[in-house]
């Protein structure tokens, strides 16, 4: 059954007009959500974790593979509208993602669980990674909101890294970033925010990524709530996409902007990953707690907050029988 016959099934045959906007609900029920995602996570392939159905309201849920390992906890909202994708590919390659729903318009923990999700059956199904697969995203999460007859109700940022071998590819659209940490501890922005002002700087005095930790700390420091770009709205004429080669020991960082919106000044939220990283070394699940625990602390923390640290340990493939993963609720302890 099509979307439009769903809404004319909701609203009977002789209602004149159809309802305003679905209800969080009756979209669960129409996509399968729910089913979908436990079918992805019962596989050896990859977990997709969101907030739709933790079952944990106060403590921090983690998902775990070799190298990657990714954590989302509530903060202070009464939602998780975050969710994250960890998935290894039949070739060993590795899909991380984290995306953040849009609060304003409505059913945001659905929107970010939708996208996650949709994102890994297409990269199943022999996809490409690359613009056209976050256009099919849109795609789809428009043609929900377009059924709506006044209140759009999907709508959320979007960042994701594809690893395969010595390299990675990198898109996103929104406020949720990427980051490289070099073995040698530099750090490069590989995204910047798509709000008005860090959209505006970095055509004046980067326009080129990845960033340099100089010009990352000055993105950083034009602190926006609104963004010009995210699923669901519109996205950005050319959707960017960075490759960038990976060496062992270097670690990419995604995540939502809960992460680093809380930091007032933007060399205290470098330090803190580069302190995060001299403690925990090549573990990724130490450093990932020791960065959620740091950020929980702030007082602006107010935002839900989602972070996968990923480790490059070389041209070896990721593998579902050498990957112990699986998704845990881990106590709050700050």
């Not at 045959?13 to 729910?34: D, G, H, I, M, T």
């Not at 480790?311 to 990957?323: F, L, P, R, Y």
Request: aromatic letters at 6%.
């Amino acid at each position: 059954m099509g979307l439009i016959d769903f809404i004319h099934r909701l609203a009977g045959k002789s209602s004149p007009s159809l309802p305003q906007a679905f209800s969080r609900e009756e979209l669960l029920k129409y996509l399968k959500l729910n089913k979908r995602i436990q079918a992805i996570n019962q596989g050896h392939n990859g977990l997709v974790v969101s907030g739709i159905k933790s079952g944990n309201k106060t403590g921090i849920i983690s998902a775990k593979l070799s190298t990657a390992y990714g954590l989302t906890q509530i903060g202070r909202k009464q939602t998780n509208q975050d969710a994250m994708t960890l998935w290894i590919g039949a070739r060993g390659d590795l899909l991380l993602g984290v995306a953040d729903g849009v609060s304003e318009y409505g059913s945001a923990d659905v929107a970010s669980a939708l996208t996650m999700l949709e994102m890994v059956e297409r990269i199943k199904r022999g996809a490409a990674f690359d613009p056209d697969l976050v256009r099919s995203l849109q795609g789809k999460i428009v043609a929900i909101n377009d059924a709506q007859v006044r209140v759009k109700c999907l709508g959320t940022t979007f960042s994701s890294a594809y690893v395969v071998g010595n390299q990675a590819s990198i898109m996103h659209v929104g406020d949720s970033l990427v980051f490289k940490v070099k073995k040698n501890g530099g750090i490069e922005l590989l995204t910047y925010p798509h709000s008005p002002r860090a959209m505006d700087n970095h055509a004046r005095f980067a326009g080129e990524l990845p960033y340099s930790e100089r010009d990352t700390v000055r993105i950083l420091g034009y602190k926006e709530s609104a963004i010009r770009f995210f699923v669901g709205s519109r996205l950005p004429g050319e959707i960017p996409l960075i490759k960038i080669d990976l060496e062992p020991g270097d670690k990419l960082f995604l995540m939502t902007d809960g992460v680093y919106s809380p930091f007032l000044v933007p060399e205290d939220f470098i330090g803190m990953i580069k302190d995060a990283v001299d403690a925990g070394g090549d573990d990724q699940a130490v450093i990932a707690e020791r960065i959620v625990r740091a950020v929980i602390k702030l007082p602006r923390a107010r935002d839900n907050i989602t972070l996968i640290v990923y480790c490059h340990k070389g041209d070896i493939a990721e593998t579902s029988t050498s990957s112990p993963h699986g998704i845990k609720c881990l106590p709050l302890r700050i």
